[in-house]
Nanobody, 123 residues
């Protein structure tokens, strides 16, 4: 059974940085593509960044390009989202998700989700 646990969220001032982690357990992690999504209050869950199963392909939502970096360590069954130059509009609950298919950015495409970690950026 696949299980995902996010950590690393918190409160940070605008311009600061946070690093989110996603710990995976279950079937072979390297078979799964992985993505980060976020959900702000009153808004729908939205794609942030994705990474292929082998880690060689990454893709981002436009508003985070150049500020966020997604990575993974298949040997450690973990993935990370390094977030720099944070803005108040980045405030949301952040979720990691996995699926066997690569290159997806739709919420409905992912079958396995973590419980989320809160990121709050103050102005």
């Amino acid at each position: 059974q696949v299980r995902l646990v996010e950590s690393g969220g918190g409160l940070v001032q605008a311009g600061g940085s946070l690093r989110l982690s996603c710990a995976y357990s279950g079937r072979t992690f390297s078979r799964y593509a992985m993505a980060w999504f976020r959900q702000a209050p009153g808004k729908e869950r939205a794609f942030v960044a994705g990474i292929s199963s082998g880690g060689g392909y990454t893709y981002y939502e436009d508003s985070v390009k150049g500020r966020f970096t997604i990575s993974r360590d298949n040997a450690k069954n973990t993935a990370s989202l390094q977030m720099n130059s944070l803005k108040p509009e980045d405030t949301a609950v952040y979720y990691c998700a996995v699926d066997r298919r690569n290159g997806l950015n739709l919420v409905t495409s992912y079958n396995f989700w973590g419980q989320g970690t809160q990121v709050t950026v103050s102005s």
